[in-house]
Structures are given as structure tokens and as C-alpha cells.
């Protein structure tokens, strides 16, 4: 099976053996292609709408693979059980969504080894959320697929801390590594924040003067995640990630 861009880096951060949950599993592309190539053993397909569940199902007939793929109706990680899978993989929508279900989800937290998450959006809060709650980020990606940038994140449970928003915002490993897509992606950022800007500009409400505040702090942080992905020695060589054993 063939994947899109962002599905084949969402699959290449699985770690291989073991068994994957997929929530919000669609047409099941994913742990049909991870099991098909045998990088997961068996996989636990979940989504809260029938109709995509149906075909799915129909996808994983196809393939032959209804002994190692078992598809469940379900909302977020209701109907996943501790100790039935190794990996969960969390991705094709929101930040918001993503933290609710995590939330919702603590009775899986401490026996899946990996979480994958791959939020489309509030990323930064989502990265703060992972802090507060035990979590902690091994490591990111990003992908540009039909025109749109994606983060990928390895979470494992255990403690984590940056020392800088912009880390939060936009992603301390991805920074560190001088990933080539984040530049590309903040200096799109940075002119899509000056346009906006000089629609502003002159314009006396309220509104806008709150606005222009919000753009002041977006600047900024693009400023200087830019800056860092230009000199990472202001960022300590240790990093502020510890894994729970």
C-alpha cells in the first residue's frame, strides 16, 4: 500500500514489533501497511464514525490481514484496554482533539510505551500539555505533503522542560536539528505575519490594537526560533527530556 508523505513518516516512527493502535483510523491505511510489511505484529483500529470504520474494514478484507487487524468503533482510547498495545498512534487532527483524548485516555498512559502524535494544530500547546501531564518528547519531524506542514512527535511518560516559548511553539528538537523544513516553514511564518501586519497598521479599534499586540508576540517568536535554528549553542546540549523507566 502506498502512503501519503505524512502517513509514511507517521509509520516510519513506529517502532517495529509489537502491536499499534491507531485512533481516528479512517480508511485504515496505516496499520494496514505497517502490518502488511510486518514492522507491527498486529494492530487495533479505532474511529468514532461508522462509515469510515466500514471502509476500513472493507480495506483490511482486501488485504487478508483480518486475523492481525481488529477494528473497533470507539471514541478516542474508550475501547482500549492497558497491556493491549505497545504503540498508539494519535494523528489527523487537532491539538485540542489530541489533549482531549489523551485526557480522556489515563488508563492507557502508563503501559503503551510510545504515543505518535501528529497535531494539526495549537502544536505549542499541546507540547506544553505533554509537560504538565508526565509526558515526554524523544524527538520530532516534520513533513510537507500537498502543500501543508506536519509535525510527527515520539512521546514517551516521564519529564521534560524547555527554556524558551519559541522551543514550545515550534519544536526544541526540530530547532536543535536545524530541521530544513522549519526554516521554510517559519520564514513563510514571518511573511505571512509582516502582510498581516501592514493590513493593520493605521487602523485605529480596538481590535486591531489587540491584534497588533498578538502579531508583536508571533513576530517575536518567529524571530527567534529563526535565530536558533541559525545558532543552536544558546540551546543547552543537554536536553531537557528525561524518559521514565
Known sequence: MNLSPRLKKIADFVPDGGVMADVGTDHGH???????????????AMD??????SR???????????DR???????????????????VVIAGMGGGLIRKIMGEGKHMW????????????????????????GFSI??????????????????????????HEYEYTFGQDLIRRKHPLLKEFLEQEQAKLQV????????????????????????????????????TDNIDNKRHTDKVE
Open 30 to 44: 496505516l496499520p494496514i501497511y505497517l502490518v502488511s510489511l510486518h514492522k507491527a505484529e498486529r494492530a487495533v
Open 69 to 87: 487487524i481488529e477494528l473497533r468503533l470507539a471514541d478516542g482510547l474508550a475501547a482500549l484496554k492497558p497491556g493491549e498495545a505497545d504503540t
Open 138 to 163: 524523544l524527538k520530532e519531524d516534520m513533513v510537507l505533503d500537498a502543500g501543508k506542514y506536519y509535525v510527527i512527535m515520539d512521546v514517551v511518560r516521564g519529564t521534560m522542560h524547555y527554556d
Open 196 to 231: 498581516l501586519r501592514e493590513k493593520l497598521d493605521g487602523q485605529e479599534s480596538e481590535r486591531s490594537r489587540t491584534r497588533l499586540l498578538e502579531l508583536d508576540r508571533e513576530e517575536e517568536l518567529v524571530r527567534s526560533a529563526l535565530k536558533a535554528t541559525e545558532n
Open 110 to 133: 502508563d503501559s503503551v510505551g510510545h504515543w505518535i502524535l501528529s497535531p494539526q494544530s495549537e502544536i505549542g500547546e499541546t507540547r506544553h500539555w505533554l509537560e504538565e501531564h
Open 56 to 66: 476500513a474494514q472493507q480495506a483490511v478484507e482486501m488485504y487478508g490481514l483480518q
Open 48 to 53: 468514532v464514525r461508522p462509515g469510515p470504520l
